[in-house]
T-cell receptor, first 111, second 114 residues
Framework: QQPVQSPQAVILREGEDAVINCSSSKALYSVHWYRQKHGEAPVFLMILLKGGEQKGHDKISASFNEKKQQSSLYLTASQLSYSGTYFCGTEGGTSYGKLTFGQGTILTVHP | KAGVTQTPRYLIKTRGQQVTLSCSPISGHRSVSWYQQTPGQGLQFLFEYFSETQRNKGNFPGRFSGRQFSNSRSEMNVSTLELGDSALYLC?????????????FGPGTRLTVL
């Protein structure tokens, strides 16, 4: 089952903060966050693993609630370059090379 | 390190034809996953290869196939193209394809079926 992301879209001014949520009905082993700009490949931001380990971007933080199978991506002091579509990809621990992606959250940052 | 490369970047085909897409992973990465991205269905997993073996497969018809070579480069083939196959095809490489691995995406191949 595809994870559900919320909100579907968010509009910010530079310097504002945003939170993007990702929720799954299945038990998760890891959550992977990506940002994709129009016409470009998804770019890796963050991976959160069951047990609390995180790997990723210096200026972006995220959380993973294993009990609720939810993850949140926190974008603080947003910059114009943060604009794009954010995807969470989930993995259940038994599926080689397969991430199941949410439908995406479109983030637009205005000057 | 060089990133993931995909060729060609753009393809236009007609219904009924077949197409082969190529993906070269990051050096040292042995797992290659393929995804289809469309506006309606989003990012959907096609299959994954590791050490020349398909380890995982998504819910796509048998017209979609792939293979991996000993140097970890991978190809994807779509036979008897349909209009609905028009999409951005992305490959992603990772060290070993486990859930703790980061997948790095290539720029994609934009396939248009007329």
């Amino acid at each position: 089952q595809q994870p559900v992301q919320s909100p579907q879209a968010v509009i910010l001014r530079e310097g504002e903060d945003a939170v993007i949520n990702c929720s799954s009905s299945k038990a998760l082993y890891s959550v992977h966050w990506y940002r994709q700009k129009h016409g470009e490949a998804p770019v890796f931001l963050m991976i959160l693993l069951k047990g609390g380990e995180q790997k990723g971007h210096d200026k972006i933080s995220a959380s993973f609630n294993e009990k609720k199978q939810q993850s949140s991506l926190y974008l603080t002091a947003s910059q114009l370059s943060y604009s794009g579509t954010y995807f969470c990809g989930t993995e259940g621990g038994t599926s080689y090379g397969k991430l199941t992606f949410g439908q995406g959250t479109i983030l637009t940052v205005h000057p | 390190k060089a990133g993931v490369t995909q060729t060609p970047r753009y393809l236009i085909k007609t219904r009924g034809q077949q197409v082969t897409l190529s993906c070269s992973p990051i050096s040292g990465h042995r797992s290659v996953s393929w995804y289809q991205q469309t506006p309606g269905q989003g990012l959907q997993f096609l299959f994954e290869y590791f050490s020349e073996t398909q380890r995982n497969k998504g819910n796509f018809p048998g017209r979609f196939s792939g293979r991996q070579f000993s140097n970890s480069r991978s190809e994807m083939n779509v036979s008897t193209l349909e209009l609905g196959d028009s999409a951005l095809y992305l490959c992603a490489s990772s060290f070993e394809g486990s859930g703790t691995d980061t997948q790095y995406f290539g720029p994609g191949t934009r396939l248009t079926v007329l």
